[in-house]
């Protein structure tokens, strides 16, 4: 079973932090996604990574930054926490670039 | 930009009602997902249809592909509390761009 992990569930930071986010699948899975979740907005990409220091520009990318490293491990860098990067952040894999996504559990974050 | 809509956005029933959730776009996709995800929890994938008039069936799920490849349904037979979530659609298009996903219909279901 594929499993993707993410390193928090629940995290607070204060406004102007640099916030660390870490995802991590165990399938040799190519492709990584980041996505935030807010009510009544879905799911909204953030970046993708297609490769090992690969990355683009989902839709939303203004105030993040991505790292891929190794191919099982992506992280998403929130530079300068700000208020409104409050919201449930969620990491995928998938074999293809449009393939059923596994997805982590999430990460509450809270910015104050 | 490919966009798809989900209706209705809210939906609240009765245990043993039966209901339909959309997915709608003027585009066309070569395939579409449906997801479910619960309280606390990522996502999960449901079902994956390809072709075009395509009816796939999970247990009380009867999800449908439209013949143009540009809407699906998902319908839910004599609903259960356990079917209470988020259910998203996500469409994928030329391969070269990541799936396109719907805001979501989320589904109450009372005992």
């Known amino acids: 079973d594929v499993k993707v992990t993410q390193s928090s569930r629940y995290l607070v930071k204060r406004t102007g932090e640099k916030v660390f986010l870490e995802c991590v699948q165990d399938?040799?899975?190519?492709?990584m996604f980041w996505y935030r979740q807010d009510p009544g907005l879905g799911l909204r990409l953030i970046y993708f990574?297609?490769?090992?220091?690969?990355?683009e520009k989902g839709d939303i990318p203004e105030g993040y930054s991505v790292s891929r490293e190794k191919k099982e491990r992506f992280s998403l860098i929130l530079e300068s926490a700000s208020t409104n990067q409050t919201s449930m952040y969620l990491c995928a894999s998938s074999l293809g670039l449009i393939s059923p996504l596994h997805f982590g559990n999430g990460t509450r974050l809270t910015v104050t | 930009t490919q966009l798809l809509e989900q209706s209705p956005q809210f939906l609240s029933i009765q245990e043993g009602e039966n209901l339909t959730v959309y997915c709608n776009s003027s585009s066309v996709f070569s395939s579409l997902q449906w997801y479910r995800q619960e309280p606390g929890e990522g996502p999960v994938l449901l079902v994956t249809v390809v072709t075009g008039g395509e009816v796939k069936k999970l247990k009380r799920l009867t999800f449908q592909f439209g013949d143009a490849r540009k809407d699906s349904s998902l319908h839910i037979t004599a609903a259960q509390p356990g079917d209470t979530g988020l259910y998203l659609c996500a469409g994928a298009g030329s391969g070269n761009t990541p799936l396109v996903f719907g805001k979501g219909t989320r589904l109450s279901v009372i005992a």
């Open positions: 399938m040799d899975h190519e492709n």
């Open positions: 990574s297609y490769d090992v220091k690969m990355k």
